[in-house]
């Protein structure tokens, strides 16, 4: 088993879960992203182009975009960005915290932005 597999898989649930469907959105919406272990955590790219990656934290787990300066502010109030000067973040507690169509929505957009900057 790869190393970023591996992380997703010794996490206790309800992270597990959390993780392993973010993973299928991920993949479903971005079919030509690839899965890395940078940084002691699961990380996508696409090319050479870091997506996103993926983190259990304390009691969530943060799906979070490099690229996140460039999004809507229509996402804003789905995002966390807890002090962090470039990165943004969905965070999920349970698997019902998931909505699907934002999710892949900003993964979308986030994928129309890889070859920018991270910083507007």
Not at 10 to 37: D, M, R, T, V, W
Not at 49 to 66: E, G, H, M, T
Not at 81 to 97: A, M
Request: charged residues 30%.
């Amino acid at each position: 088993m790869k190393p970023a597999e591996e992380y997703i898989f010794n996490q206790p649930e309800p992270f597990k879960s959390i993780l392993l469907h973010g993973q299928l959105l991920i993949e479903h919406a971005l079919p030509e992203a690839h899965l890395e272990y940078k940084w002691r955590i699961p990380c996508y790219y696409i090319g050479t182009r870091p997506i996103c990656y993926l983190n259990q934290s304390k009691d969530y787990v943060d799906v979070a975009f490099w690229h996140s300066a460039h999004l809507s502010k229509m996402y804003d109030v789905y995002l966390v960005s807890e002090k962090r000067k470039v990165i943004k973040s969905l965070r999920f507690r349970s698997l019902d915290d998931i909505d699907d169509k934002i999710f892949i929505r900003i993964l979308k957009e986030v994928e129309s932005y890889k070859n920018k900057s991270f910083l507007k």
